[in-house]
């Protein structure tokens, strides 16, 4: 809470008769102090300092910093941010809630108050992660599916719906309803935030974090906030600042307009490609220039969401009519509007197309050069123009099979370790999941220059067909990233009706899902007549969540999905999603890419990756000829006048009328209550983690490493989905014997992702990703290494991860993880984190770090080390069987930070960068983690 005003800021505002307290952003002057050519962004952050000031952690000194921000520096000034509130999805936010609900235990056990515990700034949860697309391709999809999410998860909505009880300030979007990112931007975001704070209303900028990275989508309609690991979220809603560094802005101009043919998918893929080539990596992007009038709030939004993808912390745009229009739209309140619009204008946040705010570095972007695209096939920063998409995918084919036509590194072992019996998805019977009968026009399969494998099929409704390399057996319409967008949706259905009318069908290989982000989405497909063309080429609707894009995307048409196992065929995926991880879509799925909802819906017409979408034709019309995409492509005037006549406000305001009561099934579940919580000791999907077991209340020095071995050698642009677990349950992985240890059936295993409130599920599945490559453990792929803790290096057993890590525990060993480049790029997953932490690894030492995981890192107690400019292990000549020591952390204990330590690894020795970047950081390694230095702080308060 502020204390100060050094520089006279607080005013006040009113709008419409209604009065506010401000913090004017003018009232910073002085030499050297220049905050109205700010960037947008930095301004935003301005005020926070302006109204946070204590003179402790946010000094006057902190604002001249900020006011006087030389574009051209590189960051070095620490400042402590504090959002206005905290968003959470239930993947990362059920792991918040324990770790909550166990604060307050421990809170309890140290002698304080446990309703100390309490989100301080308001947290909201959108239950959106949930939902598996096991059942498809039929009116009852959306019914069934939403049963088996409840009936896989009561335990999880349970001790939701007892958070939402005990916590105040804590609200739950339940299940059914939409995409937390959506949902942020069609409802719960406000633009300018307002709060009553000691007896006074006060008005300032809406921003938050989240814990989910593409928090970011928040950007595109002017809230600054961006994805933190869930244990930063957790200190956010206690109350504690986020520490950063004042960062460079990149400004990114844009001009024109898109060309007719060219979708806001195609834009941010476009500009993915050039911020990704350009190094955005910890960096703001703000967008500024003519073009930011004309491009729809839709497309602002979808450019936002995939920040993450090109590696800047936002990728944000200022506010303007655009965006009080948008928010009529989604049905704000004309008090809230006329706020908006007062605020912004009051305090310089207003955009102007002629400005040129000063930037640490400038792009720029002629909309009118934006080409069809996709981006594939593992990277959303591959982009391929669609013209090039055939010879694309032909190139890459070669990543994925020999020369006689076999795959490579996908041995039988990854081939048995995801059987059709094992799957959670399979709860349905065939007849649920399966298309209809459908009559097809073939497909040419061939790949060019290598030899056919075809493999023959025949489902149980008796179609037969074949398929072969490249064939596209997923087709999924889903992610926020687009599915909030009413261009790219309605561009989608326009021509599903076009391919319909003229006699077209998917191909019956081809599992084809739709997953909007929001039942507005389902509301202007029904005003405008188009959901039963979707349906009839088997969009059905199968949930409101994110589905496919985070590998929820369910199995794959059982005879299909043995086909391709049996025959080691690289078939692919095509989705308008915002990743394409290796290994996270499906597991019997190699090749995935990234693409608008027209062109999911055009592949699935097509069937192939290998088809030249503008010159092959898609198949047949019912009097046998050709039928070519450009035949049924909706013009932007067809899609304007649709979304012009179909959506409306009132559809927002119905929808999001009792957004937090849920449906009936939500509102039967029973509550558990009381301020503790009663932990079941016999659950397997939340348990009391055991993270303050023993914690004394004031932290014992930290120490040098000393007789540390090596858990995994890792390469470069290893993910979060490759380190944290993701994904199906394998029957034979640690995780699945415990789960069989405890009595739970196979069939029952469910997704990683929804036992992440179960600390010991996850730690066995940390580092199990069945794309992972662990260097010392030559020859295998997922969870495994090599096991010195009782063994010369000769003679070190291969083994699993988790069953390694508890040897060496065991004997006392500490460990450390070795990486490449970008290590732990990717989502802001938090279990990352806290599986490296609970597997006993003490450091890690990598060429670069991707921001969010470095810092959730530290939030664990893990030390991140960099090694020096331009070495790597390789360079280096380490192996990862060498015994390391690290010395030099102890001078931590003195209050500074090292820059350096020093590594010894057997003969070999360098200094190790310590990434360790702000004093506040320092403390929470000092404190042994984030949620033990805010317990303490909070004890002693």
Not at 14 to 31: N, Q
Not at 131 to 148: K, M, Q
Not at 786 to 803: C, G, N, Q
Request: aromatic letters at 8%; proline letters at 6%.
């Amino acid at each position: 809470m502020a204390s100060k005003d050094s520089f006279g800021a607080k005013s006040t505002l009113d709008v419409e008769g209604k009065s506010y307290e401000i913090f004017r952003l003018d009232a910073v002057t002085g030499e050297g102090l220049d905050q109205a050519s700010l960037p947008f962004s930095l301004k935003v952050l301005l005020e926070n300092l302006l109204r946070t000031e204590d003179g402790a952690d946010i000094t006057a000194e902190d604002i001249k910093a900020l006011a006087g921000w030389d574009a051209d520096a590189q960051p070095d000034k620490e400042i402590q941010f504090t959002p206005a509130r905290v968003i959470m999805q239930d993947f990362t936010g059920v792991p918040c809630v324990v770790d909550l609900a166990t604060m307050r235990e421990a809170m309890a056990d140290l002698g304080g108050d446990a309703t100390k515990i309490n989100p301080l700034a308001p947290a909201e949860m959108v239950i959106d992660h949930s939902v598996i697309a096991d059942v498809f391709g039929t009116p009852e999809a959306f019914g069934r599916n939403v049963e088996i999410e409840y009936e896989r998860n009561r335990e999880r909505y349970q001790f939701l719906r007892w958070g939402q009880t005990a916590f105040s300030d804590f609200k739950v979007v339940p299940p059914g309803t939409g995409i937390v990112h959506q949902v942020n931007i069609e409802h719960l975001a406000r633009v300018a935030f307002t709060r009553e704070v000691d007896g006074v209303l006060q008005a300032y900028p809406d921003t938050c974090v989240g814990t989910d990275s593409h928090t970011t989508m928040v950007n595109g309609i002017g809230v600054v906030g961006w994805g933190v690991g869930g244990i930063e979220a957790e200190a956010a809603m206690l109350g504690q600042p986020v520490s950063m560094l004042i960062p460079r802005v990149v400004g990114f101009k844009l001009n024109g307009d898109l060309p007719e043919g060219a979708t806001a998918t195609d834009l941010v893929l476009t500009i993915t490609e050039m911020l990704r080539k350009h190094g955005v990596v910890g960096k703001f992007v703000e967008f500024y220039g003519p073009g930011v009038s004309v491009l729809p709030l839709a497309n602002r939004a979808t450019i936002g969401n995939m920040s993450p993808e090109f590696g800047s912390t936002i990728a944000v745009f200022p506010i303007d009519e655009e965006t009080v229009k948008y928010l009529k739209l989604t049905g704000r309140s004309e008090e809230q509007l006329a706020l908006v619009e007062a605020y912004a204008k009051e305090q310089g946040l207003w955009h102007d197309p002629d400005a040129e705010p000063r930037f640490s570095e400038k792009l720029e972007l002629d909309l009118a050069t934006v080409v069809p695209s996709l981006a594939g096939p593992k990277r959303p920063q591959d982009r391929v123009s669609l013209s090039d998409a055939k010879a694309a995918f032909r190139d890459a084919l070669d990543e994925y099979v020999d020369d006689s036509g076999d795959q490579q590194g996908y041995d039988e072992a990854v081939a048995e370790s995801f059987p059709a019996s094992d799957s959670p998805s399979h709860n349905s019977s065939q007849s649920d999941s399966s298309p209809a009968p459908r009559d097809h026009g073939s497909v040419d399969h061939t790949v060019a220059g290598r030899p056919r494998n075809p493999a023959q099929v025949e489902l149980a409704d008796g179609t037969k067909f074949e398929i072969d390399h490249g064939a596209v057996t997923i087709a999924a319409i889903t992610s926020c990233t687009n599915t909030s967008n009413p261009s790219v949706m309605i561009g989608a259905a326009l021509m599903a009706k076009k391919a319909v009318e003229k006699g077209l069908t998917s191909k019956p290989w081809v599992k084809t899902t739709l997953a909007p982000g929001s039942k507005v989405v389902s509301d202007y497909y029904e005003k405008a007549g188009l959901t039963p063309y979707l349906d009839k080429l088997g969009f059905n609707l199968v949930g409101y969540g994110c589905t496919t894009c985070i590998g929820n995307s369910g199995p794959l048409i059982p005879e299909v999905s043995q086909a391709v196992n049996d025959n080691d065929l690289a078939v692919v995926s095509v989705l308008s999603g915002n990743r394409n991880f290796e290994g996270r879509i499906n597991p019997d799925i190699k090749m995935n890419y990234l693409a608008s909802p027209p062109l999911v819906v055009a592949y699935a017409l097509a069937g192939s990756m290998d088809v030249d979408l503008f010159n092959d034709p898609l198949g047949q019309d019912t009097d046998g000829n050709d039928v070519f995409m450009k035949d049924v492509w909706p013009t932007a005037q067809e899609v304007e006048d649709v979304i012009a006549t179909a959506i409306t406000s009132e559809m927002f305001t119905k929808d999001y009328a009792d957004v937090f009561a849920g449906d009936e099934q939500w509102q039967s579940l029973p509550t558990p209550e009381g301020k503790t919580f009663d932990w079941d000791p016999e659950s397997t999907y939340v348990r009391k983690p055991p993270y303050f077991d023993g914690m004394p209340d004031e932290p014992a020095p930290v120490t040098d490493i000393e007789g540390a071995r090596v858990l995994l050698k890792l390469g470069d642009s290893v993910t979060t989905d490759h380190i944290s677990p993701a994904g199906a349950i394998k029957k034979d992985s640690p995780a699945g014997k415990y789960l069989a240890e405890h009595g739970v059936e196979s069939r029952d295993f469910n997704s990683y992702g929804s036992r992440r409130g179960n600390h010991e599920v996850m730690i066995r599945g940390t580092f199990a990703n069945i794309r992972l490559r662990n260097q010392i453990a030559p020859g295998t792929e997922g969870g495994f290494t090599r096991d010195f803790s009782a063994s010369s290096a000769a003679d070190a057993p291969v083994t699993t991860v988790y069953d390694a890590s508890v040897n060496y525990q065991e004997a006392g060993i500490p460990l450390v993880v070795l990486a490449g480049k970008e290590y732990g790029s990717g989502s802001s997953r938090d279990w990352a984190a806290k599986g490296t932490s609970l597997l006993g690894v003490k450091a890690a030492i990598a060429e670069s770090y991707e921001r969010i995981h470095r810092s959730n890192l530290i939030g664990m107690g893990v030390i991140p080390l960099q090694f020096p400019e331009g070495e790597n292990a390789e360079s280096l000549g380490l192996t990862g069987e060498e015994t390391f020591s690290i010395t030099g952390i102890t001078a931590l204990n003195d209050g500074t930070t090292p820059r350096t330590v020093k590594v010894k690894a057997d003969d070999i020795e360098f200094d190790a960068v310590v990434r360790i970047d702000t004093p506040g950081e320092a403390n929470y390694y000092r404190n042994g983690g984030i949620m033990q230095y805010v317990l303490r702080n909070l004890l002693r308060s």
